[in-house]
C-alpha cells in the first residue's frame, strides 16, 4: 500500500500536448508496475497504458503512436507523455500501482481536450 498523486491536468486544444505525473510514496515503487486508467463522462473506466517494473510498455490500440509511459525510479514518479490529443481523449485518468498484496489508486486527473 501507500500513496499516489496525479498532477499535470488541464485544458488543452485538439493537438496539442501534455504530460501527466503520479507521485509515489510510502511503498517500494520500482518494485510495481504502473497504469494509467481513464475515465470519459458516460463511459467504462479504460485502461491506457502500463509499465512494468522492467520497463516493459503496453497501450491501448486508440493512443499508440501519440502516447507514452515511463517512470523514473529515483523520483518514485512515473509520467504519461500524451501528444495529439484529440476531443476523445477528454477523461479523468487514474495512476495505479498494482501487484502482490499491493494495489493503490490515485485520485485522477482531469483532461480536457477541446477548443
Known amino acids: 500500500q501507500g500513496r499516489l498523486v496525479e498532477s499535470g491536468g488541464g485544458l488543452v486544444q485538439p493537438g496539442g500536448s501534455l504530460v501527466l505525473s503520479c507521485a509515489a510514496s510510502?511503498?517500494?515503487?520500482?518494485?510495481?508496475?504502473v497504469n494509467w486508467y481513464r475515465r470519459a463522462p458516460g463511459k467504462q473506466l479504460e485502461l491506457v497504458a502500463s509499465i512494468s517494473s522492467d520497463y516493459f510498455t503496453n497501450y491501448l490500440d486508440s493512443v499508440k503512436g501519440r502516447f507514452t509511459i515511463s517512470r523514473d525510479n529515483n523520483k518514485k514518479t512515473a509520467y504519461l507523455q500524451m501528444n495529439s490529443l484529440t476531443p476523445e481523449d477528454t477523461a479523468v485518468y487514474y495512476c495505479?500501482?498494482?501487484?502482490?498484496?499491493?494495489?493503490?489508486w490515485g485520485e485522477g486527473t482531469q483532461v480536457t481536450v477541446s477548443s
Open positions: 495505479r500501482s498494482n501487484g502482490y498484496r499491493h494495489d493503490v
Open positions: 510510502g511503498f517500494t515503487f520500482n518494485a510495481y508496475p
